[in-house]
């Protein structure tokens, strides 16, 4: 059942981004031999550059999930895919719904070779993972999915997992992989042990509130419930359809192996022993976790005092949202994305509150957050391929906060774009992110129709059956036109014209900052003469240009990326900050007024002329 279900989903979610794919191949053969060549340099341009990853169990269900995501990732480049019983096949006969993708066939683990890789995701079954993980090359950078990094204590690894731990030094270095609670030591990790889909809907709801002291740490109930898809895609006989379906289950009643982990993980934030009673539950349904947590609060803490501190503690967060008081988290709703829903409830016994909190399992239980993971590794920002609002219609139903933000994501594919570029280059800039509109757009595109076909065939939403109508009516419509309009390069035609509006206005603002900066040099250099200063204005000049020439090294040495960087942030931030410093010109104090300006003009000077001369323009269309 799991499997077959699973499959259509996925296939769901990529049909249209086939049909997309397929058009603008077809468009591609239809246009001229310049226009060609310049997108084969651009690929190899971009290939040159890409950073290979290689993902181990490519034929499992994390494995096609980290397929799927990296299909949007900008930087990181499939290089290798391995399996086991699968290996020798492509993707795309052991997951139709990623057959558009471009990639080397699948080989077995001991044929691959791993110079070809600068990262790998190990979406291996727990104890194989150690062995292979210990025969890497020490300079790949690796997240594991598996649980054989994540408990510290080699002992419970043993107890848990009936064998003895197979790579205790590597153990050592592992940093386990919550990403909102452990971001700075991920940054700087070379292991990541990705924490197990339970563990995370339970951790992060819990983690704030037991570190800020508000719970009593020896009495948490957790009661989870999994999709099939979390037993992963190998055939056993108590996942079967007739097994699953139109029933639910308990399983690990009595002790279950992610028990050491989530109580490793709470007991790092609140300093002592905590102790959770879980038990897992299997759930007649392909994928989603939602987790019911029953929590006793410290003395003269309130249920609102939970729900305050979730929201300032996640503020900010972009995958980790708490709901609208009252609003129940529902796994449809973060159904294909990264998202983990949380909700407060009280409870009629005084003292006591429960907490409920919903993953997709394959996503920000497992692949989601291993690429979120990866990004920090290599200093790009989390979001980076892993923004997939997937539940268009009903998620906005409740979601206050994180509903707008995501409506403006779906519904404004270049905002979006403009938005993730911007607000993670300011948090992140210690890379440059590629601002790429045509990429920004057509992988909006794409997950926007991803997302509304997704609507449309599983939500019990009322205005399902209008907008299927609605969406019939635009297929008979296109499917009624001629030929030749059909096979426009419609796709192709749109990001030439964003391209041309922003080649437009660069070239605007290139040509007229000179006069601008000419005539208002101008204004201040009278000022000087009146003063009978003018002979002191080469000075601050020079300093200026000295200032911003230094400045522009030591961020490029910081970040080597920027060199190449298609929005050069450092010199923007550059001229916003020598721009400020003019126009505040007239209010500075006799000498301020003399230097301060003529300082901010050198520094402009040489950051236009570094930012609008120097620079090659990299601005070509992605593939
Ligand atoms: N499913 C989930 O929700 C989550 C899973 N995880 C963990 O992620 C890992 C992968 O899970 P999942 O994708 O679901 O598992 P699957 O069973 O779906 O996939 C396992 C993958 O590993 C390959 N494989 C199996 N045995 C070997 C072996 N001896 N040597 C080399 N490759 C092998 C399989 O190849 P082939 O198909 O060709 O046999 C397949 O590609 C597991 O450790 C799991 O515990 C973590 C969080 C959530
Ligand atoms: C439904 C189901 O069987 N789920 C799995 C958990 C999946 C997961 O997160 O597993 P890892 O710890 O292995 O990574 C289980 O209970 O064992």
Not at 76 to 98: C, N, W
Request: charged fraction near 20%; hydrophobic fraction near 40%.
């Amino acid at each position: 059942m799991s499997s077959a279900t699973f499959s259509s989903i996925c296939f769901d979610s990529g049909c249209l981004w086939k049909n997309e794919v397929k058009a603008s191949k077809a468009n591609k053969r239809n246009v001229g031999k310049m226009f060609v060549k310049c997108l084969a340099n651009t690929k190899a341009q971009k290939a040159e550059k890409a950073i290979r990853i290689g993902v181990l169990g490519a034929s499992g269900y994390t494995g096609a999930e980290i397929i799927r995501l990296l299909a949007n990732h900008p930087h990181f480049r499939i290089t290798l895919m391995t399996a086991d019983r699968k290996a020798g096949q492509s993707i795309g006969e052991v997951y139709p719904h990623l057959i558009t993708q471009d990639l080397p066939p699948m080989v077995a683990i001991n044929d691959a070779n791993f110079s070809e890789v600068d990262a790998v995701f190990c979406c291996l079954p727990h104890g194989t993972t150690q062995e292979i993980i210990k025969g890497l090359p020490r300079s790949l950078k690796i997240v594991d999915l598996s649980a054989d990094f994540r408990l510290r204590d080699v002992s419970e690894y043993e107890k848990w997992y009936g064998q003895a731990h197979r790579a205790q030094d590597l153990q050592k270095e592992a940093v386990y992989g919550l990403t909102e609670i452990w971001r700075e030591k991920i940054k700087d990790a070379r292991l990541v042990a990705n924490p197990g889909c339970y563990p995370t809907s339970i951790q992060l709801p819990l983690v704030p509130l037991l570190e800020a002291n508000l719970l009593d740490f020896r009495n948490i109930i957790s009661d989870s419930k999994s999709g099939v898809s979390g037993a992963g895609r190998g055939a056993k006989e108590a996942n079967l359809y007739t097994e699953i379906a139109e029933g639910i289950k308990t399983y690990g009643v009595s002790g279950h192996r992610h028990v050491p982990e989530i109580e490793q993980g709470l007991s790092d934030v609140a300093h002592t022993k905590v102790n959770v009673t879980f038990t897992p539950h299997l759930m007649p349904m392909s994928r989603g976790m939602l987790s019911t947590i029953y929590v006793e609060m410290a003395p003269g803490v309130t249920t609102e005092d939970l729900y305050q501190k979730l929201k300032t503690f996640y503020k900010g967060e972009e995958f980790v949202k708490l709901l609208k008081k009252g609003a129940n988290p529902c796994t449809r709703d973060v159904r294909g994305s990264n998202y983990c829903f949380m909700n407060v409830f009280s409870n009629q016994i005084p003292g006591r509150a429960i907490i409920v909190s919903v993953i997709d399992n394959l996503v920000k239980g497992a692949s989601g957050q291993a690429l979120q993971n990866l990004n920090l590794m290599f200093g790009f920002p989390e979001t980076m391929a892993t923004l997939y609002s997937s539940h268009l219609l009903s998620a906005s139903t409740h979601l206050k906060e994180a509903s707008t933000k995501m409506a403006l994501k779906t519904q404004n594919p270049f905002l979006q774009g403009f938005k993730e570029g911007f607000s993670q280059c300011t948090k992140e800039c210690l890379y440059s992110l590629s601002f790429k509109p045509y990429g920004v757009f057509q992988s909006s595109r794409h997950k926007i129709l991803c997302a509304i076909n997704m609507s449309a065939g599983q939500s019990d939403d009322p205005g399902k059956t209008k907008f299927e109508r609605l969406l019939d009516a635009a297929m008979k419509l296109w499917e009624s036109t001629p030929p030749p309009v059909k096979s426009f390069p419609w796709s192709r035609a749109f990001d030439n014209f964003i391209q041309l509006i922003l080649d437009l206005i660069l070239a605007v603002v290139k040509y007229l900052s000179v006069p601008l900066l000419l005539v208002t040099s101008l204004s201040e250099m009278s000022y000087c003469a009146y003063q009978k200063k003018l002979f002191l204005v080469p000075v601050p000049l020079l300093i200026g240009i000295a200032v911003a020439e230094v400045s522009r090294q030591a961020a490029i040495e910081l970040s080597p990326l920027l060199k190449d960087a298609e929005v050069p942030w450092h010199l923007i931030y550059m001229a916003i900050f020598f721009t400020l410093l003019k126009l505040a010109g007239p209010s500075y104090p006799f000498w301020g007024r003399i230097l301060i300006p003529h300082f901010a003009n050198g520094g402009l000077i040489r950051t236009l002329w570094a930012f609008l001369w120097c620079r090659r323009s990299e601005m070509a269309p992605r593939n």
